[in-house]
């Protein structure tokens, strides 16, 4: 806590006086209470994106899902597990210059997830859970009342990138995606590099492959240009 | 990798030259490349008693899925993310004097797990993903022609604990369970504390409310009376 204040009073940097937030890692969706459906997401690149924007001087909102990796020590930590807390956490930290929508949500959740846990029948059978969807919350904050300035949203996507990431900027209404590629393939999800491609209205920006530190200063600095 | 070597080398107590087998963690069930169903297990549990059994001069076998925790130094560690692999492991592991299944082992696992990213279409209707029952690792092991001399399994109960456990000894056909109320006013799920039953063909033993590394060391030392 101490070094906390002595790190905003000693803040400075272009984006010094705005605050963001990023939200990261993983949301877990309960079934029972020993089980759940997860997001693969270690909540590295959104901890990397908290510390190079408070490096560049923002105050952060950081809000996280379970995710393995450490919080960043710069930012304001808030902890959820489910996308439904996570939304409502977000809700709460507006307003704000700027949001990063880093964590990987789940698209739906389990309905009237028990507190008893689910047990085979001995039929071989597999239990039905009924699925619902989750609060979009990149679409949510894009066309709110509390709109950030600047909305960044994320694609993980396996397919067609560009497109699909070009399209999700449009339907979501925020101002840019920064878009990967997570097919098995490229090695991304769980490392330690990304390849990313910033969308924004003007097109699509390839970046080279770099390190989620070196991915998160630059997206940190582009954001810096767009605020001030 | 020479400090393990030291220790082998300096390995003695009741246990000393006997192998035995000890899964742990959570399995990861994909659904598609940046989603999956887990159980909640920090597989702090399953060290400790990896840890407990080696310092009773064991030669241990650890089968481990995606865990937390970090692995027992002891240990031979098999690295698994799926029931599937899982099950493969342990029986690679076999013949063994005695086997812990202490892995919180998915029940199902996602028919034809893609590898492409389901998608939301728009309608809302959840995605429909059929699921299929994983192989019964602790039931195979204990009808099987490779069945350790003493085998031992865990159940994580929310109702009925004694009740429940005992069913499960007989039907899945292992020697001892290792019962604990987990519903969530407990705190064991998570938590650095057990408050364990041994169910065993004599009967249910209810041990006093203690640290995972006790209640290691308890179970270590039993399945030293009766190996020895």
């Keep these: 806590a101490i070094l906390a204040a002595a790190k905003a009073m000693l803040r400075d940097g272009p984006l010094r006086g705005k ?4 939200t990261s890692g993983p949301t877990h969706e309960p079934i ?3 089980r759940y459906i997860a997001n693969r997401s270690s909540g590295a ?3 990397a994106i908290a510390e190079a924007l408070s490096a560049l001087g923002a105050e952060v909102v950081f809000v996280t899902g379970p995710a393995d990796t450490p919080r960043p ?3 304001e930590v808030v902890e959820v597990e489910t996308a439904r807390q996570m939304a409502a956490a977000v809700d709460a930290a507006l307003p704000c210059d700027a949001a990063v929508f880093c964590a990987a949500v ?3 959740h389990v309905v009237g997830a028990g507190s008893s846990k689910i047990k085979k029948d001995g039929t071989g059978a597999p239990p039905g859970f009924e699925l619902a969807e989750n609060p979009d919350i990149l679409a949510t904050v894009s066309r709110g009342d509390k709109r950030p300035r600047l909305v960044v949203g994320f694609a993980a996507e396996t397919d067609d990138v560009i497109a699909h990431a070009t399209a999700k900027r449009k339907r979501k209404g925020c101002d840019w995606i920064v878009a990967n590629d997570v097919s098995p ?3 991304i999800m769980g490392g330690t590099q990304n390849a990313a491609i910033l969308i924004t209205a003007e097109g699509a920006d390839p970046w080279l492959r770099m390190s989620k530190a070196e991915t998160a200063a630059t997206l940190a600095a582009r954001m810096a240009e767009a605020l001030t």
């Design 106 to 108: 789940a698209d739906w």
């Design 45 to 47: 690149q959104g901890t």
């Design 32 to 34: 029972d209470p020993v």
């Design 19 to 22: 605050r963001i937030l990023v």
């Design 73 to 75: 020590i710069s930012a």
């Design 185 to 187: 393939a490229t090695g």
